[in-house]
C-alpha cells in the first residue's frame, strides 16, 4: 500500500512563504489533497485535486505537483495559518478504493 | 449547508462493539456523487481512514485493510444517516472518530466533517 512522507515541522515567520511537502509512489497516479487542521479542530479542505482551492479558502493557499512530490505552498503566511497540514491521496489498483494520509506537518509562525 | 451530526458513546469496554451514527442534513445518504465515510485520529496513528459506504444504483462499502474483518458501514435511508460498528475493540481504537463526506466534483475529496467525538477503550 502506498504512503505518504511530510516533514514533521516548517516554520516561518509572518509574510513569508511557507512550503509543505508530501512525497509518494501515489503521485502523479492519483491527485493530492490537503487539509489544515487547528486545535480541537476537525480538519478544513484547503487544496483538491492537486491544485484546486474551495470557495472561502484564501488565495494564499496553493497546491502544486511535481512527479512524486506534492507540494502546499502558503503566500504571505498570517498568524491564523499556523496549524496542522497533512496531505492525502487515495491508494487505488483503478477502483478508488482505500485512502492514505501523510503523517502532518505543523506549521509554526514565528 | 452540509451538515453531519454524529453521536456515539464515549467510552466503550475492551471486546466491545464502537457504534456510532452521523445523521445527514443538506444532502442525501443515496446520494449519486457523493461518499460517506468514517476517519479517526490518534497520536499514535494519525488520521486514519476506515471505510465508506456509497451509492451509484446500487450501495457499495469499502473498508480499510487494518480494520475489515471488524467494521460495518450501513446506510439508513429512512433517516438520512449513517452508521458504523466496529466490533471487539481494543485500546488501541482509542481516538477521535469523524464521520465525513467525499464529493465527486472535488474528487472525492472530504469537504465535510462531523465534528468528531472522543471514543475511549477501557475497562
Known amino acids: 500500500s502506498y504512503e505518504l512522507t511530510q516533514p514533521p515541522s516548517v516554520s516561518v515567520s509572518p509574510g513569508q512563504t511557507a512550503r509543505i511537502t508530501c512525497s509518494g509512489d501515489?503521485?502523479?497516479?492519483?491527485?493530492a489533497y490537503w487539509y489544515q487542521q487547528k486545535p480541537g479542530q476537525a480538519p478544513v479542505l484547503v487544496i483538491y485535486?492537486?491544485?484546486e482551492r474551495p470557495s472561502g479558502i484564501p488565495e494564499r493557499f496553493s497546491g502544486s505537483s511535481s512527479g512524486t512530490i506534492v507540494t502546499l505552498t502558503i503566500s504571505g503566511v498570517q498568524a491564523e495559518d499556523e496549524a496542522d497540514y497533512y496531505c492525502?491521496?487515495?491508494?487505488?489498483?483503478?477502483?478508488?478504493?482505500?485512502?492514505?494520509f501523510g503523517g502532518g506537518t505543523k506549521l509554526t509562525v514565528l | 449547508q452540509v451538515q453531519l451530526q454524529q453521536s456515539g458513546p464515549g467510552l466503550v469496554k475492551p471486546s466491545q462493539t464502537l457504534s456510532f451514527t452521523c445523521a445527514i442534513s443538506?444532502?442525501?445518504?443515496?446520494?449519486?456523487?457523493?461518499?460517506w465515510n468514517w476517519i479517526r485520529q490518534s497520536p499514535s496513528r494519525g488520521l486514519e481512514w476506515l471505510g465508506r459506504?456509497?451509492?451509484?444504483?446500487?450501495?457499495?462499502?469499502d473498508y480499510a485493510v487494518s480494520v475489515k474483518s471488524r467494521i460495518t458501514i450501513n446506510p439508513d435511508t429512512s433517516k438520512n444517516q449513517f452508521s458504523l460498528q466496529l466490533n471487539s475493540v481494543t485500546p488501541e481504537d482509542t481516538a477521535v472518530y469523524y464521520c465525513?463526506?467525499?464529493?465527486?466534483?472535488?474528487?472525492?475529496?472530504?469537504?465535510?466533517w462531523g465534528q468528531g467525538t472522543m471514543v475511549t477503550v477501557s475497562s
Open positions: 465525513v463526506r467525499a464529493i465527486a466534483v472535488a474528487g472525492m475529496a472530504f469537504d465535510i
Open positions: 443538506g444532502d442525501s445518504v443515496s446520494s449519486n456523487y457523493a461518499a
Open positions: 459506504t456509497y451509492y451509484r444504483s446500487k450501495w457499495y462499502n
Open positions: 501515489a503521485f502523479p497516479k492519483q491527485y
Open positions: 485535486k492537486d491544485t
Open positions: 492525502q491521496s487515495a491508494d487505488s489498483s483503478g477502483t478508488y478504493s482505500h485512502v492514505v
